[in-house]
């Protein structure tokens, strides 16, 4: 089936770019004996070359061989994979980007099942969370597979999941949370820097760097990051079925996969190999009928320039957001 698909698709394309061309030459390129003329065979080729592209677009759609669609998480979470005004890293992980490949796959008549590969040591909590709610909504079975490491926002991800897959030796775990600051008092004093601020609101510049916190400031800090924890536990412990004081009992430690396997935080061990073989019995398909396909970011250029250029801001609240952006107090799992 998948084969005759394949040629199926083949032959559209080759018909409809022929069909596209012979419109081009019979408009433009017939006897060009002037300059409109010639002109007329670059838009000839012009047209040619975007007729290509939308006949191999509708091609992919109508013949599309493919049953399974897979995304991957790939590096730290973010969510446009910047980390400030430089470019991104190449090895960020934009969680728009998934939700967009996830939900575009739940759109998609020809998937019938999900791969959300996994490669990550976890990220921004809400970004996080937005994956992992893309895979719930996504009407189909969800499996997450663990490559090299499934680590907090990772692990966050594969609790949407229908099930955990990893190899052996993956790392896996990380149930935690992150609060961090740059306590930079001392150095501010070495070069003769003073801090003066004008606030409303007792907590707005909380963990601000230029000076020290307070013990109350501290306690409401730990707080914001206590109160994440707290979501992540109840997560994890939902969607994986795990008792809530078994996940607060990891202490955020990481495991091998035959350790975590052990003791319940992943399902199956297995290669990609046993994967594909298990998802094509699940789907009720030979082996050779299991198609997957790699859905990719749908950005233009000029998108994916801009993202990495803007901030990225971790905000809940006007207060928490400006302990984020203006004092560099960071959160992450």
């Keep these: 089936m998948g084969r005759s698909r394949s040629i199926l698709r083949l032959l559209f394309v080759v018909v409809g770019t022929l069909v596209i061309a012979a419109v081009g030459v019979g408009l433009f390129v017939v006897y060009p004996t002037t300059l409109a003329d010639v002109f007329g065979v670059v838009l000839a ?17 109508v013949f599309a061989d493919y049953n399974v669609a897979e995304v991957a998480v790939d590096g730290p979470i973010t969510r446009d994979g910047g980390g400030g005004p430089m470019p991104a890293s190449p090895r960020s992980t934009p969680a728009d980007d998934i939700v967009d490949q996830i939900d575009r796959a739940n759109d998609d008549s020809n998937v019938d099942a999900l791969v959300v590969r996994l490669n990550t040591p976890g990220g921004e909590v809400v970004p996080s969370d937005d994956i992992k709610l893309a895979a719930e909504r996504f009407e189909g079975p969800t499996i997450a597979y663990a490559t090299d490491l499934c680590a907090s926002g990772g692990y966050w991800i594969a609790s949407g999941c229908d099930e955990l897959w990893a190899r052996d030796a993956s790392i896996v775990g990380s149930i935690g949370v992150i609060g961090s600051r740059v306590n930079a008092t001392e150095l501010a004093e070495k070069v003769g820097l003073s801090y003066e601020q004008f606030t409303a609101g007792e907590y707005k510049d909380a963990g601000v760097p230029l000076r020290d916190l307070e013990e109350d400031e501290r306690e409401y800090l730990q707080g914001i990051v206590d109160g994440y924890y707290d979501s992540f536990v109840e997560r994890v ?9 078994f996940v607060k009992e990891t202490e955020a430690r990481v495991y091998l996969g035959t350790d975590a396997h052990e003791n319940g935080l992943v399902d199956t061990l297995g290669t990609r190999g046993d994967l594909e073989d298990a998802l094509a019995e699940r789907l009720e398909v030979s082996p050779d009928e299991l198609v997957i396909e790699s859905f990719e970011p749908e950005r233009p250029l000029l998108g994916r320039l801009g993202a990495g250029a803007r901030s990225v801001a971790f905000a809940f609240g006007a207060g928490v957001s400006s302990v984020v952006a203006e004092h560099d107090f960071r959160l992450r799992t």
């Design 237 to 245: 412990s939902e969607g994986r079925g795990l008792d809530p004081e």
């Design 45 to 61: 080729l012009v047209l040619t070359a975007f007729g290509v592209r939308v006949v191999g677009s509708i091609a992919r759609d």
